[in-house]
């Protein structure tokens, strides 16, 4: 299945996206969700809760430790009850689930995607 591209967007609004580095320090199973964790992430100037619908692709204990990029400045958003304070990035093709995007090397948490 082919994913249509999304509308155009100027540079100026690709460039208020801030898109940072963070380390998964803790991460929970939602037991009332079927979709969801709870994930603590370091940014480095400080801690963000994020809540993931990834639970059916991965396990708690393979999420500690990793390095993933998130969106920092997305409004937070209440799921299942808990805030959210960021978005981590995943690929999906809807088919295989999502994929969550690592940095190739280990970088300084809170290091900016340019």
Do not use: H
Request: charge should be negative; proline fraction near 4%.
């Amino acid at each position: 299945m082919t994913i249509p591209i999304k509308p155009t967007i100027s540079f100026e609004d690709f460039a208020k996206v801030d898109l940072r580095v963070g380390t998964i320090i803790s991460a929970d199973d939602l037991e009332d969700s079927n979709k969801l964790l709870k994930l603590v992430v370091d940014i480095g100037t400080e801690k963000r809760q994020i809540i993931a619908g990834v639970k059916k692709f991965y396990k708690v204990e393979d999420l500690v430790g990793r390095q993933i990029v998130i969106v920092a400045n997305l409004e937070p958003k209440s799921l299942a009850g808990y805030e959210s304070q960021g978005m981590l990035l995943a690929a999906s093709n809807d088919e295989d689930g999502p994929v969550v995007l690592l940095p190739e090397k280990s970088v300084a948490d809170g290091a900016s995607i340019k």
